[in-house]
C-alpha cells in the first residue's frame, strides 16, 4: 500500500493538469481580490442601493392599492427598507462603520419581516433568503452589542473571507471535479503496466482516493493562504472572531465558521472524486466525466423542487455555504437539509460510491 | 486540400467536440422549451396585469383624496386613459392603435417612473428589473423603455402592424433577441473550445504530424479554415431549430423592423433606429471576426506554449473578464476601458448601443469594434506569421 | 541523388557526444543499416537526418541543399518520409486512410495505394480501425505508409519488430524491390542476420562514433568459426574467442597446407565449424559485449 501511494503521490504531483489546476485554483482568489476591490462589486453599498431602487419601485406599485388596508404594514415595511439603505449609504459617506451597520441591521430586519409575514412584495423585492436573514441579524446584532463594524466590502483578509463564503464552492467543487475527472482514466493509458499487478483493486482504488484527497487538501490549502495572505499584506488580516451564523441559529466566530466550513467542503469533494471515479469505470472520457459530474453538482440549482424530496441524496450538499448557512433549508423548502444531516449524508455517499467503485474494478478484472 | 480535409475529419470525429455539439443544440432546444428567448418583453405588459393595473388605477381616481394624494389624480387618470387605450386596441386587435397607445405608455412612464423630482410617484417600471439584483435597476429599465418606444415607433405609420413584430417574437427579432441574451458568448465558448487542441491533439502523433511536407503556416490556416467550416455547420443547424420554433408561430418577420441604437455624447443621449437588415450583418460580420479571433490567438498559445491551458486562461479572460475593472458607473473615471478588447465581446450589444449605455459613452460603436477587434487580429496574425516562419518552426515539440 | 551526412555531431545535458564528428555519404539505389545497441544514438542519428533536432555542429546535405530556410527544409522533407511510430497511428482511423493521407500529401502519383496493399497482404483488415490491429498489423501499416510517401529517401526505425519470419521475408523482399526502383533506405534493425540479408552498408555505432563500416559489395575475409565448447580439442592455434561463445581464425592468416589439414582434423574429429565471413552478430557481441 506504501509503494502504491508513493507512485500515486509522485503521480499526481508531477501532473501538468493537476499543477495547473492548483495554479489556477490560487490565481482565482488573487485576481478576485483585486478586481473586488476595484470595482466594489459585491460592497454593502452596491447591494442597498439596489434594494432602495427596489423599495421605491414597489412603494409604487402598491402605494396606490386601495383594496386593502393591510397593504399599510407592507408599504411601511418597504418605507424602512428604503430608509435603511440611506442609513447605509450615509455611513459609507462619512466614514462611520457604526452608522454602516446600524442601518445594515435595520435593512436586514425590515427584510426579515417581509419574509416572515409573506408580504406581497416578497417576489419582486431582492431578498436574501429567509435562514441568511436570520443569520445576518444575528450577527449585526452583537456585533452592534459589542461595538464592532460589520463586514461592507474587501479590504482585510477577514472581510476577504465574508465577502466571498457564499461563492467558495463553485470554485472548489470545480476544483475537485477538474482534479478527478480523469482519475481513474489514466490507467487505461498505461494498460500493461496496470495489468496483472501484484495488487488488489481495493488497495489501488484506497490509494488513488488518498492521494487524490491529499491533493485536493493541499488545493484547499493553497487557496486559503492566498485568501488570507494576500489582503493582510495591504490590509491587515481583520478580525478572526468576527460572528458569522450556522443554520441562521448560532453563532460561531470566523476561525470556527471556517473548520465547520472546510470539513464540509472536504467532504463534499472526497464525494465529488469518489463520484468521479465511479463515473471513470464507465465513461472513459475525461471531459464527459467532467460535463456528467458537473451537470450533477448544479441539478440542485436547476431542479430545487425536485430536490425538495430528494433531500437524502449528497448532491445539494455540495453547496457548503448554503448548508451551513441554511439557506440550502430555503433553496428546497426542505427543513430537514441541515448541516449536520448533510454532514452525515456526504459521508454515508462516499462509502456508497466507494462501495459501487470496488464493486465495478473487481468486475472489470474478472 | 487534402490535409485540410484530413484535419477536418479529426475535427468532426473528436469525442470532446462532438460532445460539445451536441450539448450546445439540446441546450438550444431546452431553452426554447423551457425558457423561450422570444417571449414577450417585460415592457409590454399582458393582458390581465393591464387590466389589474388599470382597475386599480381607476379605483384610485374614484375614490375621495387628502391633499397628500390629489396631486396624483390627474397623471394617473391620464395613465388609466392609455391603459383603457391599449386594452381596446388589443381586444379589437387593431394593432396599429395598439401601438400608438403603447408608445404614449412608454412615454409616459419614461417621464414618471423613477422620477427624482416625483418622490412617492405611484409610477414604476416593470418590477422585473428590481427583482434581479442589478446595481442600477432605474437606468436599466429606463434603457428598455426608451429602446422599446424608438423600435415600435415606425410600426405607428404602418396601417396593422403585425403583433409578432411588435411583441419582438418574429424569427428576426428573435436572433437578434437571441444574440443580445446570449448565444452570441455561447458561440464563442464553443469556438474556443473547438480551437484549443488543433495543435495539441497532434502531439500524440508526433512521429506523422511533426514530419509532415506542410509548413506550418499552411497547418494553421489549413486548421483555422476547419474549425470556420465545422462552426459554419453548426451555425445552420442552429438557425434551423431557431427558424423550427419560431417562425410557424410567429412567422420570418420583416429585415427592415428596427432596433434602437444608444450613444450617449456629454449629455445628450441618441437613440437612433436600425433596421435589423443592418444590424443582423453587422453582428454576423464581428462575430466572424470575434471566432477568427479566439481561433488565431488559441493556435498562438498552443504554438507558443505547448498546452491547452494558456490558450483556454487567456480566452476565458477576454470572454469574462470585463467585471474585473468595469463596473457600470466607474466607467467615466477611467474612460480609456472603453476600449478594452473584453468590452467588445458580445457584439449584439456594440450594435444596439448597450455597451454605449453602460459605459456611458459614444465611443463603443461598431466601428470602434472593428478596430479594436481588428487590431488584436492584425497582432496575432504578425506574431503568428513570425512565430510559424521560423527556421525550425513546427506545430508541436 | 547524395545524401551526405557532414561532421555531425550532438550532445545532451545528460548525455554527452552522443553524435559525435559522423561524416556519411549515402546514394540512391542503396540500403543502409545502422547498428548499436538501444539508446546510443541510432534514432538520434535518424533524427537529425530529418532535422527534427538540431545538431550542435555539421549538417545535413542532399544534393547539395542543407536545412535552412523553412522553404528549403519543406523542400528537403519531401524527399524524405520517416517510419511512423505505432502509437502515434490515428485509432479511430483505418489502416487505408493512413495510406491515402500519406499518398496525398507526399503527391505520390506512381504507386497506388491498391498495389501496396496487395504487396504487404493487408486486405483482411485495410478498412478496420486502426485500434483493432495487433501489433504486427500496424508495423505493415507504418511500412505501408512509408510505401505510400514514396519518397526517395525512406527512414525506417526497427520496422521489423513484432513481425513474424513470413512477414520479415516479405519485407525484405520490398526492400530489394525498392532499392532496384533507385531509393536510399535507411534503415535501423537489430534482426542483424536478415539486416546482413539485404543491406549494402552497414555501420556499427558507439560512442557517437562510427568504429565499423562493412560493405557487403566487398569480398569479406573468411573465418573458420567453431564453437567454443570445443576450445580442448581444437589444435593450437591463434584462436580468438569472441564473446557470442565462439572461436574464431582468420583464414588468410593460416598457409594453404595448415588450412586443409586443419579443416581435415575438425571433420575427422566431428567438430562442427563454420568457415564465412563474420556474421553482423558476432560483430555485435564483439563490439559491444566486450564492453561489458
Not at chain 1, 466590502?153 to 472581510?159: D, E, K, R, Y
Not at chain 1, 499487478?197 to 488518498?210: D, E, H, K
Not at chain 2, 386613459?81 to 379589437?92: D, S
Amino acid at each position: 500500500m506504501g509503494t502504491q501511494l508513493g507512485f500515486d503521490w509522485r503521480q499526481m504531483v508531477h501532473s501538468r493538469k493537476n499543477l495547473a489546476l492548483a495554479g489556477l485554483f490560487v490565481a482565482a482568489f488573487i485576481i478576485g481580490f483585486f478586481a473586488l476591490m476595484w470595482t466594489h462589486r459585491l460592497d454593502v453599498g452596491q447591494t442597498a442601493q439596489a434594494t432602495a431602487n427596489a423599495a421605491v419601485a414597489n412603494y409604487a406599485e402598491y402605494n396606490l392599492d386601495t383594496l386593502s388596508k393591510s397593504q399599510k404594514p407592507l408599504l411601511a415595511n418597504l418605507d424602512a427598507q428604503n430608509s435603511a439603505t440611506g442609513v447605509i449609504g450615509l455611513g459609507i459617506k462619512l466614514g462611520e462603520p457604526d452608522t454602516t451597520r446600524n442601518g445594515l441591521l435595520s435593512l436586514r430586519n425590515a427584510q426579515l419581516a417581509m419574509r416572515q409575514r409573506h408580504f406581497k412584495a416578497i417576489n419582486t423585492m431582492p431578498l436574501p433568503p429567509l435562514h441568511q436573514l436570520k443569520g445576518d441579524v444575528l450577527t449585526l446584532t452583537r456585533l452592534k452589542n459589542d461595538d464592532k463594524p460589520a463586514v461592507t466590502g474587501v479590504t482585510t483578509s477577514s472581510s476577504y473571507i465574508v465577502t466571498i463564503l457564499p461563492y467558495l464552492s463553485w470554485l472548489t467543487g470545480a476544483a475537485a471535479i477538474l482534479l478527478a475527472c480523469d482519475s481513474w482514466v489514466e490507467r487505461r493509458r498505461h494498460q500493461t503496466l496496470m495489468t496483472a499487478r501484484p495488487l488488489t483493486a481495493g488497495v489501488a482504488g484506497s490509494s488513488r482516493i488518498l492521494t487524490l484527497t491529499g491533493f485536493y487538501l493541499l488545493i484547499l490549502a493553497a487557496g486559503l493562504l492566498a485568501i488570507v495572505a494576500l489582503p493582510a499584506l495591504f490590509n491587515g488580516i481583520g478580525d478572526t472572531a468576527y460572528p458569522l451564523a450556522v443554520m441562521g441559529k448560532t453563532l460561531l466566530p470566523l476561525w470556527q465558521y471556517l473548520l465547520l466550513f472546510g470539513g464540509l467542503t472536504l467532504l463534499a469533494g472526497i464525494w465529488i472524486i469518489s463520484f468521479c471515479m465511479l463515473l471513470n469505470t464507465w465513461v472513459t472520457n475525461a471531459y464527459l466525466t467532467t460535463f456528467i459530474a458537473a451537470a450533477v453538482a448544479i441539478s440542485p440549482l436547476m431542479l430545487p423542487q425536485v430536490f425538495r424530496f430528494l433531500w437524502f441524496l449528497p448532491i445539494p450538499y455540495l453547496d457548503s455555504y448554503a448548508t451551513v448557512s441554511g439557506t440550502l433549508i430555503d433553496r428546497l423548502n426542505q427543513p430537514l437539509a441541515s448541516t449536520w444531516i448533510g454532514a452525515g449524508l456526504l459521508l454515508v455517499w462516499v462509502i456508497v460510491n466507494l462501495g459501487l467503485f470496488g464493486y465495478r474494478v473487481k468486475k472489470e478484472v474478472a | 486540400m487534402r490535409y485540410f480535409r484530413f484535419q477536418l475529419h479529426q475535427l468532426l470525429t473528436n469525442r470532446k467536440n462532438l460532445a460539445v455539439i451536441g450539448i450546445a443544440l439540446v441546450a438550444l432546444l431546452c431553452q426554447f422549451i423551457f425558457f423561450p428567448p422570444n417571449k414577450a418583453p417585460a415592457e409590454l405588459p399582458t393582458r390581465n396585469a393591464l387590466t389589474r393595473d388599470r382597475d386599480k388605477n381607476v379605483a384610485f381616481v374614484n375614490e375621495p383624496h387628502g391633499t397628500l394624494t390629489a396631486k396624483w389624480v390627474p397623471a394617473t387618470r391620464e395613465f388609466a386613459n392609455i391603459e383603457t387605450r391599449m386594452l381596446n386596441a388589443q381586444k379589437q386587435q387593431h394593432t396599429q392603435a395598439y401601438v400608438k397607445a403603447t408608445l404614449h405608455y412608454l412615454a409616459f412612464l419614461g417621464q414618471n417612473a423613477a422620477n427624482p423630482d416625483a418622490q412617492s410617484s405611484p409610477f414604476h417600471y416593470p418590477l422585473s428589473y428590481y427583482f434581479e439584483n442589478r446595481q442600477y435597476p432605474d437606468a436599466d429599465a429606463a434603457f428598455a423603455n426608451a429602446t422599446m418606444y424608438r423600435s415600435l415607433e415606425p410600426l405607428a405609420k404602418q396601417a396593422h402592424p403585425d403583433t409578432a413584430t411588435i411583441k419582438q417574437q418574429t424569427f428576426w427579432q428573435t436572433l437578434f433577441r437571441g444574440a443580445a441574451g446570449g448565444w452570441l458568448t455561447a458561440l464563442l465558448i464553443i469556438t474556443i473550445l473547438f480551437a484549443n487542441d488543433l495543435l495539441t491533439s497532434e502531439q500524440r502523433h508526433r512521429s506523422i504530424a511533426r514530419l509532415l511536407p506542410i509548413s506550418p503556416w499552411h497547418a494553421v490556416n489549413a486548421k483555422t479554415f476547419t474549425v470556420f467550416t465545422a462552426l459554419s455547420g453548426f451555425l445552420v443547424a442552429a438557425v434551423a431549430i431557431i427558424a423550427t420554433f419560431v417562425i410557424p408561430q410567429h412567422g420570418l418577420g420583416s429585415l427592415s423592423a428596427a432596433i434602437a441604437y444608444y450613444a450617449k455624447d456629454g449629455m445628450s443621449i441618441k437613440l437612433d433606429p436600425l433596421a435589423l437588415g443592418i444590424a443582423l450583418p453587422t453582428i454576423l460580420g464581428l462575430t466572424f471576426s470575434l471566432m477568427w479571433l479566439f481561433i488565431r490567438l488559441n493556435l498562438l498559445c498552443q504554438l507558443l506554449f505547448h498546452n491547452e491551458l494558456v490558450g483556454l486562461v487567456v480566452s476565458a479572460f477576454l470572454l469574462f473578464g470585463e467585471p474585473l475593472y468595469f463596473m457600470h458607473g466607474i466607467a467615466f473615471s477611467v474612460p480609456q476601458t472603453a476600449y478594452y478588447l473584453p468590452g467588445y465581446m458580445n457584439p449584439a450589444a456594440i450594435v444596439s448601443g448597450l455597451q454605449n449605455f453602460r459605459y456611458d459613452t459614444s465611443r463603443m460603436s461598431p466601428l470602434a469594434a472593428v478596430v479594436v477587434i481588428g487590431s488584436v487580429i492584425l497582432m496575432l496574425e504578425l506574431v503568428l506569421f513570425i512565430v510559424t516562419h521560423r527556421r525550425r518552426a513546427a506545430i508541436i515539440k | 541523388m547524395e545524401l551526405q551526412l557532414q561532421s555531425l555531431a550532438l550532445s545532451f545535458k545528460n548525455k554527452p557526444h552522443v553524435i559525435d564528428n559522423i561524416s556519411l555519404t549515402m546514394s540512391s539505389g542503396s540500403i543502409v543499416g545502422i547498428v548499436a545497441p538501444n539508446g546510443t544514438g541510432k534514432t538520434t542519428l535518424l533524427r537529425l537526418i530529418l532535422n527534427d533536432l538540431k545538431p550542435q555542429s555539421g549538417k545535413v546535405v542532399l544534393d547539395g541543399q542543407t536545412y535552412g530556410s523553412q522553404k528549403q527544409s519543406l523542400a528537403m522533407h519531401r524527399q524524405m518520409c520517416l517510419f511512423p511510430v505505432q502509437d502515434d497511428l490515428y485509432p479511430d482511423l483505418s489502416g487505408k486512410a493512413h495510406l491515402d493521407y500519406y499518398a496525398r500529401l507526399w503527391r505520390n502519383r506512381k504507386k497506388s495505394v491498391k498495389q501496396i496493399i496487395t504487396a504487404l497482404d493487408m486486405h483482411d483488415y485495410v478498412n478496420q480501425p486502426v485500434r483493432t490491429y495487433s501489433m504486427g498489423m500496424k508495423q505493415r501499416l507504418c511500412f505501408g505508409m512509408v510505401m505510400a510517401a514514396n519518397t526517395p529517401i525512406m527512414l525506417l526505425d526497427e520496422f521489423m519488430n513484432g513481425l513474424d519470419t513470413i512477414n520479415v521475408a516479405r519485407m525484405s523482399r520490398i526492400l530489394r524491390g525498392l532499392r532496384a526502383e533507385g531509393k536510399l533506405i535507411i534503415t535501423v534493425s537489430h534482426l542483424l542476420n536478415n539486416l546482413q540479408g539485404y543491406a549494402d552498408l552497414i555501420y556499427f555505432m558507439r560512442d557517437g562514433k562510427i568504429i565499423k563500416t562493412i560493405d557487403q559489395h566487398e569480398q569479406q575475409p573468411l573465418y573458420i568459426q567453431v564453437a567454443a565448447d570445443n576450445a580442448n580439442r581444437l589444435p593450437r592455434m591463434p584462436w580468438q574467442h569472441y564473446p557470442n561463445g565462439l572461436l574464431v581464425l582468420p583464414v588468410n592468416e593460416l598457409p594453404g597446407q595448415h588450412f586443409n589439414q586443419l579443416l581435415l582434423g575438425l571433420a575427422a574429429h566431428h567438430i562442427a565449424f563454420k568457415l564465412a565471413p563474420l556474421d553482423l552478430d558476432t560483430y555485435f557481441n564483439e563490439f559491444y559485449e566486450a564492453e561489458r
